[in-house]
């Protein structure tokens, strides 16, 4: 079975602080994502990632950041926290090939105060 | 720009119901469409359709696409509470890495 952890299920910064999400898959997945989900909005990517050390924006990249040093791991991170990034956010996993499915992590819901 | 309209946005049934959920989209290079069933924690696959017409089935859950028209519907035949979730369309987009391309989703509800 394929396993996407995320680091915290539940997470509560200040304004202004900068908070990291780490996400790690245990399948050997080349291509990684980074969504957040609002009521309303649904899910938006934020980045992407094809394969190590390589990163791409996605359509609300404005805020944050993204590192991918090793396969299983990648990390969001938002450089100054502001309230409206308070928000679900979902990492997800693909092994690259003609399969679109992805898998999905238990999600980290971000309140910034 | 690619474009994933779900239908309707909430749905509330009973216990025994059929349901039936709409995906209509635009997309300029399609590659495949997928459901994914939501409760209170991570998506869950549940199809990935690439031909038109041909109905994929899992228990009571079935779905088929429409390349012609842009649309696809899931169906949920003799619903059951555990049912009750956020059913999420998306396209896949081969311009971001095969990232998926949501809907905003059709809040289902089944009531006992």
């Known amino acids: 079975d394929v396993k996407v952890t995320q680091s915290s299920r539940y997470l509560v910064k200040r304004t202004g602080e900068k908070v990291f999400l780490e996400c790690v898959q245990d399948?050997?997945?080349?291509?990684m994502f980074w969504y957040r989900q609002d009521p309303g909005l649904g899910l938006r990517l934020i980045y992407f990632s094809y394969d190590v050390k390589m990163k791409e924006k996605g359509d609300i990249p404005e805020g944050y950041s993204v590192s991918r040093e090793k396969k299983e791991r990648f990390s969001l991170i938002l450089e100054s926290a502001s309230t409206n990034q308070t928000s679900m956010y979902l990492c997800?996993?693909?092994?690259?090939?003609?399969?679109?499915?992805?898998?999905f992590g238990p999600g980290t819901r971000l309140t910034v105060t | 720009e690619d474009k994933v309209v779900q239908s309707p946005l909430s749905l509330v049934v009973h216990e025994g119901d059929t349901v039936t959920l709409n995906c209509s989209y635009e997309v300029t290079n399609f590659r495949s469409l997928l459901w994914y069933k939501q409760e209170k924690k991570a998506p869950t696959f549940l199809f990935m359709l690439?031909?038109?017409?041909i109905e994929k089935k899992s228990g009571r859950l079935s779905s088929i696409l429409d390349k012609k028209e842009l649309f696809s519907i899931l169906n949920i035949t003799a619903t059951q509470t555990g049912d009750s979730a956020i059913y999420l369309c998306?396209?896949?987009?081969?311009?971001?890495?095969?990232?998926?391309?949501f809907g905003k989703g059709t809040s289902l509800l089944v009531t006992p």
């Open positions: 998306a396209l896949s987009n081969s311009n971001s890495g095969y990232a998926l391309n």
């Open positions: 690439t031909s038109s017409g």
């Open positions: 997800a996993s693909r092994l690259q090939g003609n399969s679109y499915e992805q898998y």
């Open positions: 399948m050997d997945h080349e291509n």
